[in-house]
C-alpha cells in the first residue's frame, strides 16, 4: 500500500467519523454535506427488508434532520470499517451502533439501532464524498431510560 492510499484510506476513514459526530450534534446540513450533490441514501430494516431511497442534498438533510433533531440525546459508536480504493472512487463497509432518546408519553425511550453501512464514496477536486450509503439496521431495540 502506497502512502498516498493510506492517506485516501484515513481521509475516508475521517469522512465516516465525522458524518456520526454530525449525528450527535444535530448538524444534519453538515451531514448532507458529506455527500455529493446527488448522493443516494438507501435504508432497509434487517437484509430482507424493502430498500428505500433518500436522493440529492437537499432530501437528505430534510431526512437526517427530521430523525436527530427531535431526539434529546444521539450518540453513535463507529466500529470496523473496510475499505478498498479504486483510484478515484472507493467501497466501504462500516458498524455503528447508533442510541437516539427521545421523549414518549412523559417518558425518554432508546433505541438502539445496530447499523450496516455499505458505502462508495468518490473524490472529487481532492476531497471525499459519499456518493451512495446503504443504512441496514441489524438490530433495533427500544426500551424506556431509567434514572
Not at 458524518?19 to 450527535?24: E, S, V
Not at 458529506?34 to 440529492?56: A, H, R, S, Y
Not at 466501504?92 to 427521545?102: F, W
Request: proline content about 1%; hydrophobic content about 40%; some cysteine.
Amino acid at each position: 500500500m502506497t502512502i498516498l492510499e493510506m492517506q485516501d484510506k484515513l481521509e475516508i476513514q475521517e469522512l465516516v467519523n465525522v458524518f456520526a459526530n454530525l449525528a450527535d450534534e444535530k448538524d444534519a446540513k453538515s451531514q448532507g454535506d458529506l455527500f455529493l450533490e446527488n448522493g443516494i441514501l438507501e435504508f432497509q430494516m434487517g437484509f430482507d427488508g424493502e430498500i428505500q431511497n433518500i436522493i440529492g442534498r437537499e432530501a437528505l438533510v430534510n431526512a437526517f434532520a427530521a430523525t436527530i433533531n427531535p431526539c434529546i440525546a444521539v450518540y453513535h459508536i463507529n466500529g470496523q470499517h473496510i475499505i478498498t480504493l479504486n483510484g478515484e472512487e472507493a467501497t466501504g463497509t462500516a458498524y455503528c451502533q447508533a442510541t437516539l432518546v427521545n421523549e414518549v408519553d412523559g417518558k425518554q425511550i432508546v433505541t438502539v439501532n445496530n447499523v450496516r453501512y455499505s458505502d462508495s464514496y468518490k473524490k472529487v477536486e481532492g476531497k471525499w464524498y459519499l456518493e451512495k450509503r446503504r443504512t441496514t439496521f441489524l438490530i433495533s431495540e427500544k426500551h424506556e431510560m431509567y434514572a
